[in-house]
Structures are given as structure tokens and as C-alpha cells.
């Protein structure tokens, strides 16, 4: 079956543009996560959706990162006026069962941003 | 922040060695995680140890945890060129939800 897929899977910005992040889990798993990976760094937790509930966006690094996930399938992360410092992979993941859940988390390739 | 820091930062062995890296973390867990991640498949998941348990083998691989010290290791045994790849331990916490913290991550490569 198909796994999480994310679209783009590049995307150059000139610096303050918004940009756009498409996450597509698979199809049926109720929690979704989007973390964000630096270079040569682990991934770092953005936020976590339980259906098309945003429980947790803690990581959320600025006022300027939303994320959205209006009917409980697809999600998208948008940057508002990308800065360098936004430049990174962006990983989303989704696993089968709901908070508190142990299910294994199956992430997508990714989408790298380049802000310029 | 990430909690978890993985030793060796990087690591060079031959074909049919056998590679072990280490993993540190700082507050008490659910489970740790390890996962490898390289340029053609992305971060794929490897192996889960609850915190209840010392031990857990899947293959080729073998991992150790230990709560007291707060720190996993990894083994891979019989490595292959095809196991080159960073690999990362994550941690659950015991409360909240699945978020997962990773740690820097361990560069092996594998030479034939």
C-alpha cells in the first residue's frame, strides 16, 4: 500500500515568501506529526494532529509556521515570510492509533526548503 | 529540544563487522525508538524497546536499554554496505502524546 507521501519534495523560496507543505498520511491513521530536521541534526517536533485536531503545536517555531488539517486526512504547513533560518527538511509522519498511542510512525521522504 | 545524543557522531567499518552505537537520553520514557535514515528511503523505523524491557533482538540487529543509566545501544551485526545510513534513537515520553524526541544522530558507513 501506499506509504506517507509529501509533495513538494523541493521547494526554493526567496527569502519572505510563503510557502506551502503538503503531507498525505496514510489513508485511515488517525495521528499525524510534522518535524522539522536541520542539517546534520535529528528531526524536531513541530506539531501533532489527532484527526483534524491540532492537540499539540509546541514546537511550532514562530507565529509565522501554521499547520492544518481540515478533514482529518490531508495536512498542510505553511511559512509565512520564510526566513533563512527556516531552511531544513520538513518531515511529516503518521501513525495508526491516537494519543498515547505507542504505533510506529511512518514517515514521508520529506520536503526540503531552501530559503535563499 | 532533543534529548537524546547519539555516540559516535560517525562511524567507518568494513563489510561483516559489526557496528555499535550508543544513545543517551535525559528524562524519564515510555519506549525508545531507533531509526535509520538515508537519502533513498527517508527515515525508516527500526526496532522499539518499552522501558519495562533490557532487551530486544529483530535480525541483525540488537538493542540494549538500560533506564537507570538512561542510555539504548545499538548493534548491528554482519553489517552490509546497503546498513550505510545515520541512524537516530527517539524516545517516548510516559505522558502526553506520541511525540517523539530525536536524538543527533550516528553516521556509519560500510565499505565492501
Known amino acids: 500500500g501506499a506509504g506517507v507521501s509529501q509533495s513538494p519534495r523541493y521547494k526554493v523560496a526567496k527569502r519572505g515568501q510563503d510557502v506551502a507543505l503538503r503531507c498525505d498520511p496514510i489513508?485511515?491513521?488517525?495521528?499525524l506529526f510534522w518535524y522539522q530536521q536541520a542539517l546534520g541534526q535529528g528531526p524536531e517536533f513541530l506539531t501533532y494532529f489527532q484527526n483534524e485536531a491540532q492537540l499539540d503545536k509546541s514546537g511550532l517555531p514562530s507565529d509565522r509556521f501554521f499547520a492544518e488539517r481540515p478533514e482529518g486526512s490531508v495536512s498542510t504547513l505553511k511559512i509565512q515570510r520564510t526566513q533563512q533560518e527556516d531552511s531544513a527538511v520538513y518531515l511529516c509522519a503518521s501513525s495508526l492509533g491516537d494519543r498515547g498511542s505507542t504505533d510506529t510512525q511512518y514517515f514521508g521522504p520529506g520536503t526540503r526548503l531552501t530559503v535563499l | 529540544s532533543q534529548q537524546g545524543e547519539e555516540d559516535p557522531q560517525a562511524l567507518s567499518i568494513q563489510e561483516g563487522e559489526n557496528a555499535t552505537m550508543n544513545c543517551s537520553y535525559k528524562?524519564?520514557?515510555?519506549?525508545l525508538q531507533w531509526y535509520r535514515q538515508n537519502s533513498g528511503r527517508g527515515l525508516v523505523h527500526l526496532i522499539l524497546?518499552?522501558?519495562?524491557?533490557r532487551e530486544k533482538h529483530s535480525g541483525r540487529l540488537r538493542v540494549t536499554l538500560d533506564t537507570s543509566k538512561k542510555s539504548s545501544s545499538l548493534l548491528i551485526t554482519a553489517s552490509r554496505a546497503a546498513d550505510t545510513a545515520s541512524y537516530f534513537c527517539?524516545?517516548?515520553?510516559?505522558?502526553?502524546?506520541?511525540?517523539?524526541?530525536f536524538g543527533k544522530g550516528t553516521m556509519l558507513l560500510v565499505s565492501p
Open positions: 527517539a524516545t517516548k515520553r510516559n505522558s502526553g502524546y506520541s511525540t517523539l524526541t
Open positions: 489513508s485511515g491513521h488517525v495521528s
Open positions: 524497546i518499552r522501558s519495562n524491557e
Open positions: 528524562t524519564s520514557i515510555n519506549n
